[in-house]
């Protein structure tokens, strides 16, 4: 029981170690690699190439496929380009399996000591993160030497080997069991290693071993399919011609494969070696075969899944929220934020189209408001769940600001889009229905404060995207004139209802709402000031003011600046 315990803590720490490899790679180094794998679209041995040296860093081809996959959808790239990256992507892991498979013993200690220091005491910075891989390579070289040290008392149990013969040497099994592992433990990389583990240990017999490595190949293929199952059709193509390839060349190596054995066992006859061997050969065999079929393969996997057909659907779809970059979370931020400022494009789209509403009473375009608000809302929720599944623990004090900034602008756009809806409601039910208008007086107050507010949502926006301190104190300055005019504006309404204008009286209550509703408006675009100025510590520590005289406080403008701001 000790030794099955033993074995299976091993297989554990092996998974675990590859992921934590993966995940600190993709935070170090993320960007560059994305900008590799997108610059190497030229022709398909260039992006061969960028494939294979991505995923031997990444040690994972389906994080490949993500990345590949999202610039598929993103129209980056073509699909031909991105499956020759695929097959430079299988050919990588095979070279990192390579890799692992020599003694490395010397290594663990030294890995895991280094990155610990490493990790610990610069966690937030990059080398932080470079430590954080250093212990995912050390606990892979010990996880394999686990293996290997458990499985010995095995071997030498007659019985155990009968169960393992009886239990394996049929081939379709062996792919299928091949396959399932390399799914449940989320890494083909991992089941090569562990295969080739029992192998030299006796466990397993070698043609036992080459069929699960041939079915750990093609659970690869599936593991991209999984991977990509929530993008876009173009960026599902990536992995389905990946699989296509996968079960090429499993076909093509099943009938050879007592001719490679042979060739193998002649270079090297070292059971470990002959596992490992075949499973480069096979990667390296399979992409000079097929590198020339990629277009042909894209062809099938775009007939297989087509695009969707545009149907008049509610909301709006997320163009930037790229699941592959979540593995790096600076461009995870990034991409929130360029989804963001699609959030206020729409935005400012709705408050243009409300002031010829209140002109016209249009109310196809009243319609048309309401269902942008409904966009906003998908935005919002889209990129809300984006941002949880962004790892905070991995961004620095830089990044973990622009995280709240982002999520802080979403939020106040969001209400700001229910503040435009509530508006439209109120003209359909007090204007347009009874076909009333405003004073002419009035509608120039209206226009003066919306082009103001026009004006401030195009200067947050800027501020959002450039965090330039002195268009923030601008913003900010924006919302006391913004109050006081709307004092003022509400007066002279109460006012002109005092001289009996007949349209004032009719429409009294909409147009005190309307100005109302554009300063909560501008409330919140200002509120895209507050992090900035209180980085430079340009804000007051209250929005009150103590009177020098008595004590008393008096009203302070809000979020009133320093004077030496």
């Not at 199952?229 to 599902?236: E, L």
């Amino acid at each position: 029981m000790q030794t099955l315990l033993n074995i299976l803590a091993g297989v554990a720490l092996l998974v675990w170690g590859t992921h934590i490899v993966r995940s600190g790679v993709l935070r170090v180094f993320g960007g560059n690699l994305r900008k590799i794998l997108a610059d190497s679209v030229s022709n398909r041995f260039n992006a061969f190439l960028a494939g294979l040296g991505v995923t031997a860093l990444v040690q994972s081809s389906s994080a490949t496929a993500l990345i590949a996959g999202s610039f598929v959808g993103q129209k980056l790239m073509t699909l031909p380009p991105a499956l020759a990256i695929m097959l430079g992507a299988d050919v990588g892991t095979s070279l990192v399996v390579q890799l692992f498979s020599f003694d490395l013993s010397w290594l663990a200690p030294l890995a895991i000591a280094v990155g610990v220091i490493l990790h610990l005491s610069k966690k937030a910075t990059r080398l932080g993160q470079i430590g954080r891989v250093a212990i995912g390579v050390g606990l892979i070289v010990v996880a394999l030497q686990m293996i290997m040290q458990a499985a010995r008392p095995v071997t030498a149990t007659a019985g155990v080997k009968v169960m393992f013969a009886s239990f394996s040497g049929d081939l379709m099994i062996d792919l299928l069991i091949g396959a399932l592992l390399a799914v449940m433990a989320w890494s083909s990389l991992a089941v090569v290693l562990l295969t080739a583990a029992f192998v030299a240990s006796g466990v397993i017999g070698v043609k036992v071993g080459l069929f699960l490595v041939l079915g750990a190949n093609l659970g690869s293929g599936i593991l991209g399919l999984l991977a990509t199952a929530g993008m876009s059709p173009a960026g599902r193509r990536v992995a389905l011609g990946n699989l296509f390839f996968r079960l090429i060349g499993c076909a093509l190596a099943i009938p050879l494969l007592g001719m490679m054995e042979g060739l193998l066992a002649q270079l090297d006859p070292d059971p470990l070696r002959l596992v490992v061997n075949f499973h480069t050969a096979f990667n390296l065999l399979l992409a000079v075969s097929l590198i020339g079929f990629t277009a042909p393969v894209a062809r099938l996997a775009e007939w297989l899944i087509r695009d969707r057909a545009e149907k008049d659907r509610r909301g709006a779809q997320p163009r930037f929220l790229d699941p592959a970059a979540l593995e790096t979370p600076a461009l995870a931020t990034a991409n929130a934020a360029r989804e963001a400022l699609r959030i206020g494009d729409i935005i400012e789209a709705m408050l243009s189209g409300v002031l010829t509403v209140i002109r016209s009473n249009d109310g196809r375009l009243a319609r048309e408001i309401k269902r942008m608000d409904d966009e906003v809302d998908d935005l919002y929720t889209a990129i809300k769940l984006y941002m949880t599944q962004v790892s905070r623990e991995s961004l620095d004090e830089k990044e973990g600001r622009r995280w709240a900034d982002i999520i802080s602008l979403t939020i106040n756009l969001e209400h700001v889009g229910d503040i435009i809806e509530h508006i439209i409601d109120d003209l359909e039910q007090k204007k347009i229905s009874h076909g009333r208008s405003f004073s002419e007086a009035g509608m120039k107050e209206i226009e003066d404060l919306h082009g103001r507010l026009m004006w401030s949502l195009r200067l947050g926006l800027n501020v959002f995207l450039n965090g330039d301190l002195k268009s923030a104190q601008m913003l900010l300055g924006q919302k006391v004139v913004f109050r006081d005019l709307e004092r003022t504006y509400a007066d002279t309404h109460l006012n002109r209802l005092a001289w009996q204008t007949s349209e004032s009286i009719e429409t009294s209550s909409l147009h005190l709402d309307i100005i109302n509703d554009f300063k909560r408006i501008n409330s919140h675009i200002c509120s895209i000031a507050y992090p900035i100025l209180e980085e430079a510590g340009a804000l007051a520590p209250s929005r009150l003011r103590e009177d020098s005289s008595n004590g008393a406080p008096n009203d302070a403008r809000t979020g009133a600046l320093t004077r030496n701001a």
